[in-house]
């Protein structure tokens, strides 16, 4: 008979970051600072009405859900000096 082996269960730091939304006629601006993280390990997901933003930095994650409007879609994302900055827009 085999072994079996154990997987290490490795315990990460959960943070959900302050998020501002605003809203201005068909588009929505989302603001979420993440100090101290790279661009490369911020993730962006859009999931029916579900925008999620998480990130995976050493032993730090973060994961933001924001509810918006059915058939959103993403116009334009940016990241500078830790802020990512988010446009969503919904159809007519």
């Given at each position: ?75 334009k994302k940016k990241f500078s000096d830790g802020v990512l900055e ?7």
């Amino acid at each position: 008979m085999g072994t079996v082996k154990k997987k290490k269960k490795v315990e990460k730091n959960t943070i959900v970051p302050s998020t501002s939304v605003s809203e201005t006629g068909i588009s929505f601006k989302i603001i979420c600072p993440l100090p101290k993280i790279p661009e490369e390990a911020i993730r962006i997901d859009l999931e029916g009405t579900q925008l999620i933003i998480s990130t995976l930095n050493h032993d730090t994650a973060t994961v933001q859900k924001i509810t918006v409007p059915e058939n959103s879609y993403i116009c334009k994302k940016k990241f500078s000096d830790g802020v990512l900055e988010i446009i969503l827009e919904r159809p007519f």
